[in-house]
């Protein structure tokens, strides 16, 4: 019994602590694996990507990873290598309704899923029963910029400004005729030039809920895009028994390729077979909407 004290009086004091406070930050972070897969965070703010999205869990710690309180009715989503805090509009192509949200979190902790939503953004935005949806996610660059410089440890951005000269004033001789003064006059330099003023940012985003056209498209998994034919064809002989090809892509004058499955009927079908494109070596594929 003398044993059992030390442990049970351990497990009440823990039991006890308070709730971790408050501390909101930057955060990029190192390379970390998450459900078997590496994840590599970019500093990057351009993002518009598809994939599916998940609601969160009801395990969840008390703060984000960013050192924000958590909470299910905020406007707020995790995402596994987008720099936090970032802004971002979430689209539901399967209802069409579109709101923004404040990524705050890292996860999903699987390749399965490209974000996960609070309770009430998946009620704003219409999840289905079972919380899964196709989304567009578009990360807001100016918004994001503007919720990290409001935060301590954000990256400082370069701002262009005039040079100063090294005179602040000068004496200059009088007019002809002019009587004389009892200081010289003075040629004042132009106005200084400062940083520019932080920006108030609230943490908690505001309600705004936008109805556009539903767009649910279909299921594929991506593998990559590579500059060359040949590169591509080497990643499609590695997963060729799932039916993967080799897809020609056009941005502007480049032209580069791309390793698809699909399309595919349904999540539970997507979601197994990305399964099976991490088994047979390819780590990196993801779920998106075409």
Same mark, same amino acid.
């Given at each position: 019994m003398r044993r059992l004290a030390p442990l049970l009086l351990g497990a009440l004091l823990a039991s006890c602590?308070? %709730?971790?406070? %408050?501390? !909101?930050? #930057?955060?990029?972070?190192? %390379? #970390? /694996? @998450?459900?078997?897969?590496?994840? #590599?965070?970019?500093?990057?703010?351009?993002l518009d990507e598809t994939g599916l999205a998940e609601v969160y869990g009801s395990d969840h710690r008390d703060l984000t990873a960013d050192g924000e309180s958590f909470d299910q009715t905020a406007m707020a989503a995790a995402n596994q290598t987008l720099p936090l805090p970032c802004i971002a509009r979430v689209t539901n192509l399967e209802t069409g309704r579109q709101v923004l949200v404040r990524i705050n979190d890292r996860g999903p902790s699987t390749s399965r899923r490209m974000l996960a939503v609070t309770r009430r953004v998946a009620?704003? =935005?219409?999840?289905?029963?079972?919380?899964v949806a196709r989304v567009r996610v578009q990360v807001l660059e &100016?918004?994001?910029?503007? @919720?990290?410089?409001?935060?301590?440890?954000a990256p400082v951005l370069a701002v262009a400004a005039a040079p100063r000269g090294a005179v602040e004033a000068a004496s200059l001789a009088p007019p002809a005729?002019? &009587?004389?003064?009892?200081? !010289?006059? $003075? @040629?004042?330099?132009?106005?200084?030039?400062?940083? $520019?003023?932080?920006?108030?940012?609230?943490? &908690? =985003?505001?309600?705004?809920? $936008? /109805?556009?056209?539903?767009?649910?498209?279909?299921l594929w998994i991506e593998l990559g895009g590579f500059p060359t034919y040949e590169f591509a064809n080497m990643q499609r002989a590695a997963v060729a028994q799932l039916g993967a090809t080799v897809v020609s892509h056009t941005e502007g004058r480049t032209e580069n390729f791309r390793v698809m499955i699909g399309p595919i009927p349904d999540v539970t079908q997507a979601d197994h077979l990305l399964d099976e494109t991490v088994a047979a070596g390819v780590p990196d594929g993801r779920i998106v909407v075409r």
């Amino acid at each position: 019994m003398r044993r059992l004290a030390p442990l049970l009086l351990g497990a009440l004091l823990a039991s006890c602590a308070p %709730p971790s406070l %408050p501390s !909101p930050h #930057y955060v990029l972070g190192e %390379p #970390y /694996q @998450a459900g078997g897969v590496w994840w #590599y965070p970019r500093a990057t703010l351009r993002l518009d990507e598809t994939g599916l999205a998940e609601v969160y869990g009801s395990d969840h710690r008390d703060l984000t990873a960013d050192g924000e309180s958590f909470d299910q009715t905020a406007m707020a989503a995790a995402n596994q290598t987008l720099p936090l805090p970032c802004i971002a509009r979430v689209t539901n192509l399967e209802t069409g309704r579109q709101v923004l949200v404040r990524i705050n979190d890292r996860g999903p902790s699987t390749s399965r899923r490209m974000l996960a939503v609070t309770r009430r953004v998946a009620e704003l =935005l219409g999840f289905a029963p079972g919380g899964v949806a196709r989304v567009r996610v578009q990360v807001l660059e &100016r918004e994001s910029q503007e @919720a990290q410089a409001a935060l301590p440890g954000a990256p400082v951005l370069a701002v262009a400004a005039a040079p100063r000269g090294a005179v602040e004033a000068a004496s200059l001789a009088p007019p002809a005729g002019a &009587r004389g003064s009892a200081g !010289p006059v $003075t @040629a004042a330099a132009g106005p200084a030039v400062s940083a $520019t003023p932080a920006v108030s940012v609230p943490l &908690r =985003l505001a309600e705004t809920l $936008t /109805q556009t056209a539903p767009d649910p498209g279909t299921l594929w998994i991506e593998l990559g895009g590579f500059p060359t034919y040949e590169f591509a064809n080497m990643q499609r002989a590695a997963v060729a028994q799932l039916g993967a090809t080799v897809v020609s892509h056009t941005e502007g004058r480049t032209e580069n390729f791309r390793v698809m499955i699909g399309p595919i009927p349904d999540v539970t079908q997507a979601d197994h077979l990305l399964d099976e494109t991490v088994a047979a070596g390819v780590p990196d594929g993801r779920i998106v909407v075409r």
